[in-house]
């Protein structure tokens, strides 16, 4: 008798299961099809105590000739989450005594790291993870193979440093912040950063993908989802009326080319390169195992890929908004760790009460979050390829995402991680 009642109840688990992946199933797809905001493609994914409760794929990776469904696969270049994986492989080169936190960063570069506006001040690693560097991105943040960052740097450019806080004073979102990471990890492993990426994080986890899909195989190439938005590619002029434009990653004609003049470039010259502000392409799958990766105190499966404490680290807070030390963007940014933003329990989900700590990412049409509660091993993935008006006339009704992003995790937390 006691066997029938646990093979009975394990049946129902099961129909419930089965129930509310239909259910979800049908609520994302009406997301991605309203057409307030049409989405190119969807991919998500949600953790509840630890474990992968549901996956879900919608719309094109490709539209068009060579149109081709979005699938459990597919890879997106995720934008702004790249900085957070960049972070993993930054705390490697901590565990191995090769980068310290506090150091200033011009023992590693060969050169003063200097904001000209406060010349007597050091800029940490811990300052340019948490973005309170006082370096600024209104002089760029991205340059070619043959550019050598430290020319930007120290070159004097209006807009690459702010004038009125100095390191260590303020937060302001920044990326160039990422791209002297990035020329740090080169500097002080000697490897190019997009392949030092794989072997920190990528390989010993199992992950396809990476930061150069020139180097990618056929298979995985075939694999990029392109981002898509309605509109030209060189104008912020939204039209929904238009068909989808591609915006980046478009290999349905031709791979993916190797960055130019990169025979010659010089290791540790320019981290800007490979992005590891926003370049990293992944499925929403095997961000689930990172997810799993940190909920397990930074082992996954047999491999301890981060120790227990460079996770504990990294996601305790480093920086806190009191009222005037800091741009929110709206109120979106309140707390930071290093290179991961913490969510407070109202800024997630409709109605509250998931807090996580994780990274959000926007560009060429992709936007993307990764949300983890690592206390009760919850967790959510949401990668979106690409939407068909402009995001800000689809304003979120309780936060500064979008109301398709608020949908979107509000369904998964509600179905997947609270079984409701």
């Known amino acids: 008798?006691?066997?029938?009642?646990?093979?009975?109840?394990?049946?129902?688990?099961?129909?419930?299961?089965?129930?509310?992946?239909?259910?979800?199933?049908?609520?994302?797809?009406?997301?991605?099809?309203?057409?307030?905001?049409?989405?190119?493609?969807?991919?998500?994914?949600?953790?509840?105590?630890?474990?992968?409760?549901?996956?879900?794929?919608?719309?094109?990776?490709?539209?068009?000739?060579?149109?081709?469904?979005?699938?459990?696969?597919?890879?997106?270049?995720?934008?702004?989450?790249?900085?957070?994986m960049t972070t993993f492989g930054v705390m490697r080169l901590i565990e191995q005594h090769l980068l310290e936190l506090d150091a200033d960063v011009g023992q590693y570069l060969g050169y003063a790291l200097r904001n000209p506006n406060f010349p007597d001040r050091p800029i940490t690693l811990r300052m340019l993870l948490t973005h309170t560097s006082s370096l600024r991105d209104g002089a760029g943040y991205f340059w070619g193979a043959d550019v050598a960052i430290r020319d930007q740097l120290t070159g004097g450019a209006p807009g690459m440093w702010a004038s009125e806080a100095g390191p260590g004073d303020y937060f302001m979102y920044t990326n160039l912040n990422w791209g002297v990471i990035g020329t740090l990890m080169?500097?002080?492993?000697?490897?190019r950063f997009d392949r030092l990426m794989k072997r920190l994080l990528l390989d010993p986890m199992g992950l396809r993908g990476g930061y150069n899909p020139a180097e990618f195989t056929a298979e995985d190439?075939?694999?990029?989802?392109?981002?898509?938005?309605?509109?030209?590619?060189?104008?912020?002029v939204w039209n929904p009326d238009r068909p989808w434009i591609a915006q980046?990653?478009?290999?349905?004609?031709?791979?993916?080319?190797?960055?130019?003049?990169?025979?010659?470039?010089?290791?540790?010259?320019n981290g800007t390169l490979f992005s590891p502000t926003g370049g990293l392409?992944?499925?929403?799958?095997?961000?689930?195992?990172?997810?799993l990766m940190l909920i397990q105190h930074g082992r996954y499966q047999d491999r301890q890929i981060l120790r227990p404490e460079s996770v504990a680290l990294m996601f305790s807070q480093q920086w806190k908004?009191?009222?005037?030390?800091?741009?929110?963007?709206?109120?979106?940014?309140?707390?930071?760790?290093?290179?991961?933003?913490?969510?407070?329990?109202?800024?997630?989900?409709?109605?509250?009460?998931?807090?996580?700590?994780?990274?959000?990412?926007?560009?060429?049409?992709?936007?993307?979050?990764?949300?983890?509660?690592?206390?009760?091993?919850?967790?959510?993935?949401?990668?979106?390829?690409?939407?068909?008006?402009?995001?800000?006339?689809?304003?979120?009704?309780?936060?500064?995402?979008?109301?398709?992003?608020?949908?979107?995790?509000?369904?998964l937390y509600r179905h997947a991680i609270l079984g409701r």
Request: charged fraction near 20%.
């Open 221 to 236: 190439i075939d694999n990029v989802a392109t981002l898509y938005r309605k509109r030209t590619v060189d104008t912020e």
């Open 248 to 269: 980046v990653d478009d290999y349905s004609a031709r791979p993916p080319a190797a960055p130019a003049n990169i025979a010659t470039y010089v290791i540790g010259s």
């Open 1 to 84: 008798m006691k066997r029938e009642m646990q093979a009975l109840m394990g049946m129902l688990l099961m129909a419930g299961a089965s129930g509310m992946a239909a259910t979800l199933d049908q609520e994302l797809a009406a997301v991605a099809a309203d057409q307030a905001m049409p989405l190119a493609s969807l991919s998500v994914l949600a953790v509840r105590g630890g474990k992968v409760q549901y996956q879900f794929q919608t719309g094109q990776r490709r539209i068009g000739a060579s149109a081709a469904p979005a699938n459990a696969d597919t890879m997106y270049r995720i934008a702004s989450i790249s900085k957070m």
């Open 321 to 411: 908004h009191n009222g005037s030390n800091g741009d929110t963007y709206r109120g979106l940014y309140q707390s930071w760790g290093l290179g991961n933003q913490r969510f407070g329990r109202g800024r997630l989900v409709e109605g509250g009460g998931f807090t996580a700590a994780g990274h959000l990412g926007d560009a060429y049409g992709l936007i993307s979050t990764f949300v983890v509660d690592l206390q009760r091993g919850n967790g959510m993935v949401s990668l979106i390829g690409g939407t068909g008006t402009d995001p800000d006339s689809n304003p979120g009704r309780y936060s500064a995402m979008t109301r398709s992003e608020e949908r979107i995790l509000t369904a």
């Open 186 to 191: 080169e500097k002080v492993s000697g490897e």
């Open 281 to 291: 392409r992944i499925s929403a799958a095997d961000l689930g195992k990172v997810m």
